[in-house]
């Protein structure tokens, strides 16, 4: 199915702060990758089809210490089972998009998961344009992944705090999507929630919880309405 141009233009525009935001974490990667011992076309190829950013960064310590592939597909599983959530508000979406539906699901990350959030636009051209953002996005990484693994073998990096970048990324978008919203009942469910399961769980085991909680109250309090 082809795209346009504008098209195109457009999801470049959109996914620039995931191209910022990747570019370092994706060259982190990479840099870990070469140190650990992997060339660099080993990185790319999980860059391709892993694909999901901060578990890649464990798989690392995966592969150097031959765990099992039980361990290694339940570590996947619990920490990516977030996106199980982000997919249900574009179910409607990826049905639509016939032969990329597969794709939209593989490529389905927090970034670009926000970045489309914000698109308000006729059906087939924001069906485009979430195209054109994860397959930019796919390809960030994948770039920033083999510069990571080439440069790392010619010059020591010193990457700490970089990964704020990812943070800041998403308290814009955060402060975007309020402003539109004529409904903050989402936005601070979602805080709420966040703040008390991470004081419960920890930092490495709030998510699930806190999305399960928020997914629960957003279901009765659609369903009240819906009733009223």
Not at 49 to 54: D, E, F, I, M, N
Not at 172 to 194: E, R, V
Not at 216 to 228: D, N, P, T, V
Request: glycine letters at 6%; aromatic letters at 14%; proline letters at 3%.
């Amino acid at each position: 199915m082809k795209i346009s141009k504008e098209t195109w233009k457009l999801a470049f525009v959109k996914s620039l702060p995931i191209m910022c935001s990747y570019f370092f974490l994706g060259a982190a990667y990479g840099i870990m990758m070469e140190e650990t011992g992997f060339p660099w076309y080993v990185a790319l190829l999980l860059s391709m089809t892993v694909y999901t950013g901060a578990f890649q960064f464990v798989l690392i310590t995966f592969l150097s210490t031959g765990a099992s592939l039980l361990t290694i597909a339940i570590t996947a599983l619990l920490m990516n089972s977030r996106q199980s959530f982000y997919s249900l508000t574009f179910l409607n979406d990826f049905k639509r998009m016939g032969k990329r539906k597969l794709y939209m699901i593989h490529s389905l990350t927090d970034e670009t998961y926000a970045v489309n959030c914000t698109l308000e636009l006729p059906r087939k051209e924001k069906e485009d344009t979430m195209f054109g953002v994860a397959l930019l996005s796919h390809c960030y990484w994948m770039a920033a992944t083999v510069v990571g693994a080439v440069l790392g073998q010619l010059i020591p990096f010193e990457l700490e705090g970089i990964d704020f970048c990812m943070t800041a990324l998403f308290v814009i978008i955060f402060m975007d999507q309020w402003k539109k919203a004529s409904s903050h009942i989402p936005a601070l469910a979602g805080l709420t929630c966040g703040i008390v399961c991470l004081l419960i769980f920890g930092q490495s085991s709030f998510i699930l919880p806190a999305l399960l909680l928020v997914s629960g109250i957003l279901f009765f309090a659609g369903r009240k309405e819906a009733a009223e």
